[in-house]
């Protein structure tokens, strides 16, 4: 494609887009011309000085430390923009990734998803392994919060694993629906309690004239399940009390706006596993149809919500671009991955490429698809970077360095860890403010929903 000029528009809008990557340094600049200005500007009005010719040289040493001061801040100016926004030849990931990664100085082990396979390696790339192999595809596991165990939960059954004698045990399936039944099922919500001894699922089954949804609690020692009564009640997830003995869910009834203040009526639920029944044990009016978890404590229930940070599952969440530790990474407009360490500095990587979407009329297909990489998660520490590449595998990234370095060539995915949790993210207003519920409006969407977003990822790696 030809070179066009750059129209007026455009460059307003790279003016504005260059000022709002470097405010941290630009508004740094301005507090020190303030402080030399006012400097100079006593300097200039104070009596009882040294002689006047002294004073005068202490005036132009300021003002050429000012002026100078100012060279150098263009000059800065314009060797960031040039860094940035400069016509680069495309650097690929081919041209960028490293096939080894003894740079890397970290020895964490991962845990990720890869085809029918749960998957660990060290971080580094060393000591690569088979955890677990089903029979069909893997969509989510969940580490005990003693570590001990992992509940693994693939698109038929749910499997205990001891990660210490390697013993699987079949927990619960789906069962064997024939095609004239058209009815569909699926497992999730797997929740571990406090103490690692039991966890709770679903098992949802729905079609198109009707649903149903069943809660599991499995007692790790005894090798048995038990059910619990909701009733006909939706229940979005289930949460363990931190005595390990009841479980608590919310409920939303919604009301006529023209009556009452709040469009909605919040419920929270207790299950005593002693009788296995749901009672009503608080309510409260609320704005907001969404769930913050913040609300249990509102309403008096002492929630285990710490164990949420050790389930990993394949969905992609925005939320993992940015550590815990505060820097992030993220995709601007031109397609350039980009690292933020503070809060508005932007340092550009290199160019992602898309995937070609493949249309009717192979003359006219549109090469503007999605990324190349996706389930990206920054790893403890904040330091370096997990990511799939659609053809390259599982690659590590350092973005303080911007080396990228190939650690699988197999597709992954979904990685996790597991850490004591007296080790990770122990900030509890932090901890609330990542994990919201979103409750069900029907129960069918919301499931055909998670089957869809499944499907998608079985197509892609498989």
């Not at 003693?146 to 390697?166: F, N």
């Not at 809060?343 to 160019?351: A, P, V």
Request: proline share 5%; with cysteine.
């Amino acid at each position: 494609m030809e070179n066009s000029p750059i129209s007026v528009f455009h460059l307003i809008n790279l003016i504005l887009d260059f000022l709002n990557n470097h405010l941290e340094e630009i508004l740094l600049a301005d507090i020190v011309f303030v402080v030399l200005g006012i400097i100079i500007f006593l300097a200039t009005r104070v009596e009882g000085l040294p002689p006047k010719f002294f004073r005068r040289l202490v005036n132009q040493a300021l003002y050429l430390f000012l002026a100078g001061s100012q060279f150098v801040l263009l000059l800065l100016t314009g060797y960031l923009y040039w860094l940035n926004y400069q016509s680069k030849p495309l650097i690929t990931f081919e041209d960028r990734v490293l096939y080894r990664t003894d740079w890397v100085r970290d020895n964490l082990e991962i845990f990720f998803i890869s085809g029918h396979n749960l998957m660990a390696m060290n971080v580094n790339g060393t000591n690569t392994k088979s955890v677990f192999e089903a029979s069909d595809p893997i969509r989510e596991y969940h580490f005990s919060p003693d570590g001990k165990y992992v509940v693994i939960v693939t698109e038929r059954d749910v499997y205990l694993l001891s990660r210490e004698t390697a013993v699987q045990q079949w927990v619960d399936s789906i069962g064997e629906l024939s095609a004239s039944q058209d009815v569909e099922s699926v497992l999730r919500a797997v929740s571990w309690s406090p103490n690692s001894q039991k966890f709770c699922y679903e098992l949802a089954r729905w079609s198109k004239y009707s649903s149903q949804s069943q809660f599991y609690v499995y007692d790790v020692l005894n090798q048995q399940k038990i059910v619990l009564k909701t009733a006909t009640r939706q229940i979005p997830f289930l949460f363990w009390d931190k005595n390990s003995d009841a479980l608590y869910f919310f409920n939303q009834q919604a009301l006529d706006p023209s009556i009452s203040t709040y469009p909605y009526w919040l419920k929270l639920y207790k299950i005593p596993l002693a009788t296995r029944q749901a009672v009503l044990v608080a309510q409260r009016p609320s704005k907001k149809f969404d769930i913050d978890l913040s609300h249990f404590t509102s309403l008096g229930a002492d929630i285990f919500y710490e164990g949420l940070t050790l389930s990993y599952d394949r969905a992609e969440d925005d939320s993992h671009w940015t550590s815990q530790e505060g820097p992030h990474l993220g995709i601007d407009d031109d397609d350039y991955l980009y690292y933020i360490k503070g809060r508005w500095w932007r340092k550009r990587l290199f160019k992602v490429p898309r995937e070609s979407l493949k249309g009717n009329i192979p003359r006219y297909q549109y090469k503007g698809g999605p990324l190349v990489v996706r389930h990206v998660r920054w790893l403890p520490g904040a330091r370096y970077v997990l990511m799939e590449h659609d053809v390259l595998g599982i690659l590590i990234l350092e973005p303080a360095t911007g080396r990228l370095g190939q650690l699988m060539y197999a597709p992954g995915h979904t990685f996790g860890w597991y850490k004591p949790l007296n080790q990770m993210e122990s900030n509890r207003d932090t901890l609330l403010s990542q994990l919201k519920i979103q409750p069900i409006r029907r129960p069918n969407d919301e499931i055909l929903r998670s089957l869809e977003k499944i499907q998608k990822g079985i197509s892609r790696h498989d």
